[in-house]
């Protein structure tokens, strides 16, 4: 075996930091575990007996390569509803992953440049590294806001695309209308990709989600199941978009991923009507009571989508903080796992609501350095 074999890119992908916190994770015996970045209810009865169905009835081979075309017409047709563009075609993906691989290897030059909102999904990090393409950060801290003056004076002759997320992972915040209303007009007036990453789009607690794509029409817009029904294994996503760069990503797809999982896809016609608002409604609660219970002792800015709270460490940084908590059982992501700075540590609600009153009884005996 020889070094020599691994290609030179992979020395730009560090995945060293949550790799650490899966090494200290494994160290602990039944954690209070407030790290999972899925819903921790089971995908509904419903949607799994849509999938035994499928498979016994044969759905097994390869699909289309841009899905089966109920999926498409279904999904198609709710984004006509929301947007409205004629030119917006719309494919089936290996979850939203999938669809973002996708994107980026379309898109990206080597040594073009990809604005990231820091703190930041980090696949975006390692995607854009893939793609040969340079991350320009966006500090976004304290208030996760998005300024748009900053991103205005970011852009250069190599900008290519902005990375846009909202219900954000890891902040839980949901941008305003007049943040992302003035960043698609910027992409616009400038020419750059801007890709909306709507994954949490199910999961707004205090108003209705509202795309950037609808002042940009060129807005490449990724989206799926996993959050929403709970399919995270299932890897089902989907993107819409200008149709001339679409049919360049599914041309990708074809001699890539080659198709969804076909029977998945199924399935998510089902889920597509599910009803999750109940789900929804639980997740709020959630969300109500791990504010209420630790903002007395911690600084915690956005938590207004997804099922993230990105909280202040309230000593130390965010690493030390973290390791304090698993000292105590209690598993939490240090900030610098999505961020260029180590100053928050992220929590995961979606979890038991037992599980979130031990989690809030550690982190208020934390808010104060343990002395010893
Ligand atoms: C912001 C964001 N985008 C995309 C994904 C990937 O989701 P999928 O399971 O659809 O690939 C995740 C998963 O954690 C995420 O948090």
């Given at each position: 075996?020889?070094?020599?074999?691994?290609?030179?890119?992979?020395?730009?992908?560090?995945?060293?930091?949550?790799?650490?916190?899966?090494?200290?994770?494994?160290?602990?015996?039944d954690?209070?575990?407030?790290?999972?970045?899925?819903?921790?209810?089971?995908?509904?009865?419903?949607?799994?007996?849509?999938?035994?169905?499928?498979?016994?009835?044969?759905?097994?081979?390869y699909?289309?390569?841009?899905?089966?075309?109920?999926?498409?017409?279904?999904?198609?047709?709710?984004?006509?509803?929301?947007?409205?563009?004629?030119?917006?075609?719309?494919f089936?993906?290996?979850?939203?992953?999938?669809?973002?691989?996708?994107?980026?290897?379309?898109?990206?030059?080597?040594?073009?440049?990809?604005?990231?909102?820091?703190p930041?999904?980090?696949?975006?990090?390692?995607?854009?590294?893939m793609?040969?393409?340079?991350?320009?950060?966006?500090?976004?801290?304290?208030?996760?806001?998005?300024?748009?003056?900053?991103?205005?004076?970011?852009?250069?002759?190599?900008?290519?695309?902005?990375?846009f997320?909202?219900?954000?992972?890891?902040?839980?915040?949901?941008?305003?209308?007049?943040?992302?209303k003035?960043?698609?007009e910027?992409?616009?007036?400038?020419?750059?990709?801007?890709?909306s990453?709507?994954?949490?789009?199910?999961?707004?607690?205090?108003?209705?989600?509202?795309?950037?794509?609808?002042?940009n029409?060129q807005?490449?817009?990724?989206?799926?199941?996993?959050?929403?029904?709970?399919?995270?294994?299932w890897?089902?996503?989907?993107?819409?978009?200008?149709?001339?760069?679409?049919?360049?990503?599914?041309?990708?797809?074809?001699?890539?991923?080659?198709?969804?999982?076909?029977?998945?896809?199924?399935?998510a016609?089902?889920?597509?009507?599910?009803?999750?608002?109940?789900?929804?409604?639980?997740?709020?609660?959630?969300?109500?009571?791990?504010?209420?219970e630790l903002?007395?002792?911690?600084?915690?800015?956005?938590a207004?989508?997804?099922?993230?709270?990105?909280?202040?460490?309230?000593?130390?940084?965010?690493?030390?903080?973290a390791?304090?908590?698993?000292?105590?059982?209690?598993?939490?992501?240090?900030?610098?796992?999505?961020?260029?700075?180590?100053?928050?540590?992220?929590?995961?609600?979606?979890?038991?609501?037992?599980?979130?009153?031990?989690?809030?009884?550690?982190?208020?005996?934390?808010?104060?350095?343990?002395?010893?």
């Amino acid at each position: 075996m020889s070094e020599r074999w691994i290609a030179d890119r992979m020395h730009n992908i560090d995945a060293s930091g949550i790799r650490k916190v899966f090494d200290l994770a494994a160290r602990m015996t039944d954690p209070i575990n407030l790290s999972i970045g899925q819903p921790h209810f089971d995908t509904p009865d419903e949607i799994k007996e849509a999938l035994f169905e499928a498979v016994r009835d044969g759905k097994n081979a390869y699909s289309q390569t841009q899905g089966i075309a109920p999926l498409r017409e279904k999904l198609e047709a709710r984004v006509a509803a929301e947007l409205g563009q004629a030119d917006r075609q719309l494919f089936v993906t290996s979850g939203t992953s999938g669809a973002l691989m996708l994107a980026l290897s379309t898109l990206i030059n080597p040594g073009d440049e990809v604005i990231v909102f820091d703190p930041y999904f980090v696949m975006y990090k390692h995607l854009t590294a893939m793609s040969g393409g340079k991350v320009v950060l966006i500090d976004t801290y304290p208030e996760f806001k998005i300024d748009v003056e900053k991103v205005r004076n970011a852009i250069t002759d190599r900008t290519k695309l902005i990375l846009f997320n909202s219900p954000s992972n890891p902040t839980g915040m949901v941008s305003s209308i007049e943040e992302m209303k003035a960043l698609a007009e910027l992409a616009k007036e400038k020419d750059v990709a801007l890709l909306s990453d709507e994954i949490y789009r199910s999961f707004c607690y205090d108003g209705e989600f509202i795309s950037p794509a609808k002042w940009n029409d060129q807005t490449i817009v990724i989206d799926g199941f996993s959050k929403s029904h709970s399919m995270t294994g299932w890897r089902l996503g989907f993107v819409h978009g200008p149709a001339h760069i679409m049919q360049q990503m599914i041309k990708l797809q074809q001699f890539t991923f080659v198709c969804a999982p076909h029977p998945m896809q199924w399935a998510a016609l089902v889920a597509a009507d599910y009803d999750i608002t109940g789900r929804v409604d639980e997740y709020r609660e959630k969300r109500d009571f791990m504010v209420r219970e630790l903002s007395g002792d911690y600084e915690i800015a956005g938590a207004n989508g997804a099922f993230y709270l990105f909280v202040k460490a309230p000593w130390g940084t965010g690493t030390e903080f973290a390791k304090a908590a698993i000292d105590h059982n209690l598993l939490v992501i240090p900030g610098n796992v999505f961020s260029s700075q180590d100053t928050h540590f992220r929590i995961s609600y979606a979890a038991e609501n037992s599980t979130l009153e031990r989690g809030v009884e550690v982190l208020k005996k934390l808010a104060k350095r343990p002395t010893s």
